[in-house]
C-alpha cells in the first residue's frame, strides 16, 4: 500500500483522536479553565507520541508553568539528517460561545469541515503528524519531538526552554506545523512572518469628570486627544503611517488575490481594501497598525462630562527588514509627538516579537516543495503570513544551521482564534501525506 493510501485508511482513526483532542479544554489560562485540561492534553499527546516510537516521550516544565512534551525517535542511522518536529497543544479560549454554530468542545461535522476550537490550530496539526508517522514502514531520518502548551497565551515558557536545552532538540531541519495554505487544495509554505509590538496608550488631561455645559469648549478632553492621535496613524488610503518605519515595502512571492481576501476577511459590500499596495504588499511587507481596544466611557450609562483620562491598546505589525525595537521607538515617538494640547502621555509596552524570513536554498526546503506538490497535484507557494511566532526566531538563534520550515493544515476558511474554527478534513490528508514524503526525501537527498 502508498503513503496516499496509508494515509486515507488512517482518516477515521485521525477524527477519533481529534475529537478527543478537541474535548480537552486545553486553554493555558487558569482564570478561565482549570490547568489540568493542559496537563490531560499533554499526557494524551505524550501517550500517542509513545505509540508511534517516541520511547523516551516525557514531560518538561518551562519557565511559565506550561508543560511540554519532548521526545526523540532514531532514525537507522545516527549520523543522518535530524528534524525536529514542533506543534502546541493549548488552544484559543471559546470567546463568546452563543456566536458558535456548534459546540466549541465537541468536534462536530458541518458542510464536509470538522468544527472545534483547537481543530486546526493546532490540534489538527497533532493528528496530522500522528497519521503522517503511521503512514511509514520505517521513518528514514533520526526525529525529535516538542509539542507545547502556552503558545497562545504569549507567556514565553518554550522560547525560554529552548536556549537553555540547546542539544535536547538539535536538529538539521524543523518542521513547525503552525501555519497553512493559501486555500484548501493550495499548498504553500510560509516564508515569513510578521513580528510585532503591543502598547497601551493612555492620556490625561484632566484631574476629573467635569460637566460638559459649564466647561466643554475651554476644558482639553482626553477622549478627544485620543482620536486625534489614533488619526494620525493611518492616511487617506488607510494604509499605516507610523513616523519613522518604511511603508512602501512590496511583496516579492504568491500574490493574495483581492477578491479572495475580501471573502476570507468577511469584508462587507461596498467597504474598500486598506492602502496602496496590493494585499500581499500591506499584509507581508509593510507595517500595519490595528487598533485593538479602547478604555473610555460606554454609550449606554454616559453623562454629560468630559473625560479626564483615556485609553488605547495598540497592535504594530512588522515585516522583516525591521527590528522590533526600531517599530517600538518608532511608535512611542510618532504618539508622543501627535498627542495635542500637552496632555500628559504614558505607554505601556506589553510585549515585542521580532519579524522572521526563512530559509528557501537548502534541501530541506527543496524536498518540502516536492512532497507538496506529490501531495496535492500542484506546486508549493511561498506565502507570508501576519501572525508572529517568536519561537521562529528562538530556533534560529540556538540552530544558526538548520532550515527552519513552517507548514499545516490550517487555511482562511479555519477561523482560527475566532468562533467556529475548523479544518478540512482533506487539508489534514493531504498534509499528512506531504509529510510523511517529505521525511523520505528530505533523508535521500541529505545522503547524495
Avoid at 473625560?307 to 515617538?333: F, H, Y
Wanted: glycine share 10%; net charge negative; charged share 20%.
Amino acid at each position: 500500500m502508498d503513503i496516499r493510501s496509508r494515509v486515507g485508511a488512517e482518516m477515521p482513526r485521525v477524527r477519533d483522536e481529534l475529537a478527543e483532542l478537541v474535548a480537552i479544554r486545553s486553554v493555558a489560562d487558569p482564570r478561565q479553565f482549570p490547568p489540568e485540561e493542559c496537563e490531560r492534553a499533554a499526557r494524551w499527546v505524550l501517550t500517542r507520541f509513545a505509540e508511534v516510537g517516541f520511547g523516551d516521550a516525557h514531560l518538561e516544565r518551562t519557565a511559565d508553568g506550561s508543560m511540554a512534551v519532548v521526545g526523540s525517535r532514531p532514525g537507522p542511522d545516527a549520523s543522518g539528517p535530524t528534524v525536529l518536529l514542533y506543534a502546541h497543544y493549548d488552544v484559543q479560549p471559546p470567546l463568546d460561545e452563543s456566536a458558535w454554530r456548534t459546540p466549541p468542545f465537541e468536534l462536530t461535522e458541518a458542510d464536509g469541515r470538522w468544527y472545534g476550537r483547537g481543530s486546526a490550530d493546532c490540534k489538527g496539526n497533532i493528528v496530522m503528524l500522528l497519521a503522517a508517522l503511521r503512514a511509514l514502514d520505517e521513518v528514514p531520518v533520526n526525529l525529535k519531538l516538542v509539542v507545547e502548551g502556552s503558545e497562545e497565551q504569549g507567556t514565553g515558557g518554550l522560547e525560554a526552554f529552548v536556549p537553555g536545552h540547546a542539544d535536547l532538540l538539535r536538529a538539521d531541519a524543523v518542521l513547525v506545523c503552525d501555519t497553512g495554505n493559501a486555500a484548501v487544495g493550495h499548498p504553500a509554505a510560509t516564508v515569513s512572518l510578521r513580528g510585532m509590538v503591543n502598547v497601551v496608550l493612555t492620556l490625561q488631561a484632566l484631574g476629573a469628570e467635569v460637566h460638559s455645559g459649564m466647561f466643554g469648549g475651554a476644558a482639553p478632553d482626553a477622549l478627544a486627544a485620543l482620536v486625534a492621535v489614533l488619526g494620525t496613524l493611518r492616511d487617506s488610503d488607510g494604509g499605516t503611517t507610523v513616523a519613522g518605519l518604511d511603508h512602501h515595502g512590496t511583496w516579492p512571492g504568491e500574490p493574495y488575490p483581492a477578491d479572495r481576501f475580501r471573502w476570507d476577511a468577511t469584508v462587507l459590500e461596498g467597504v474598500s481594501l486598506l492602502g496602496d499596495g496590493s494585499v500581499a504588499d500591506q499584509l507581508w511587507a509593510r507595517p500595519a497598525l490595528t487598533i485593538l481596544g479602547i478604555d473610555c466611557p460606554p454609550v449606554v450609562g454616559s453623562a454629560s462630562a468630559i473625560t479626564p483620562r483615556a485609553s488605547a491598546r495598540l497592535n504594530l505589525r512588522i515585516p522583516p527588514g525591521t527590528t522590533a525595537d526600531k517599530a517600538r521607538a518608532a511608535l512611542e515617538s510618532h504618539l508622543r509627538a501627535a498627542a495635542p494640547w500637552g496632555v500628559g502621555v504614558q505607554i505601556t509596552v506589553e510585549a515585542e516579537g521580532e519579524p522572521f524570513l526563512a530559509r528557501v536554498d537548502g534541501p530541506a526546503f527543496h524536498a518540502l516543495g516536492t512532497a507538496l506538490e506529490e501531495a496535492y497535484g500542484k506546486p508549493m507557494a511561498k506565502l507570508g503570513q501576519g501572525g508572529s511566532i517568536p519561537l521562529c526566531n528562538v530556533f534560529a538563534d540556538t540552530y544558526p544551521g538548520a532550515e527552519i520550515i513552517l507548514v499545516g493544515v490550517e487555511e482562511p476558511l479555519a477561523a482560527i482564534h475566532a468562533p467556529n474554527e475548523s479544518v478540512d478534513p482533506r487539508e489534514i490528508e493531504s498534509m499528512a501525506h506531504a509529510t510523511a514524503r517529505f521525511l523520505q526525501l528530505y533523508a535521500n537527498s541529505a545522503a547524495r
